[in-house]
């Protein structure tokens, strides 16, 4: 399975972004998946998770009632729609999909990784 993630670019702070997580060369639909991001200098963190039907998230307490992560069932992307950005929010976006159904919050649990897309909100 190849992820391609898109949709980030330079917003300023308050602003909103979309991004895309879309899968190649096989699929993802029975995959959990999750969104993690990682700033010069600091490790791979937790944004956000979904698992496989779409029915359990779960957010990085920084980015909770700000950020969403959905899937278009059953074989469609999954998204993370990013509100009211801020600048500490800047990071290079990774979406992954999990070795399990279920909803994971590690890196550990990934086993595909997509190239990356880098978010920056100017203050």
């Known amino acids: 399975v190849q992820l391609q993630a898109s949709g980030g670019g330079l917003v300023q702070a308050g602003g909103s972004l979309r991004l895309s997580c879309a899968a190649s060369g096989g699929m993802f639909s029975n995959n959990g998946v999750g969104w993690f991001r990682q700033s010069p200098g600091k490790e791979r963190e937790f944004v956000a998770g979904i698992d496989w039907n779409g029915g359990i998230t779960d957010y990085a307490d920084s980015v909770k009632g700000r950020f969403t992560i959905s899937r278009d069932r059953p074989k469609g992307p999954v998204y993370l729609q990013m509100n009211s950005l801020k600048p500490e929010d800047t990071a290079v976006y990774y979406c992954?999909?999990?070795?399990?159904?279920?909803?994971?919050?590690?890196?550990?649990?990934?086993?595909?990784w997509g190239q990356g897309t880098q978010v920056t909100v100017s203050s």
């Open positions: 992954a999909a999990a070795r399990s159904s279920g909803l994971i919050t590690t890196t550990k649990g990934y086993a595909y």
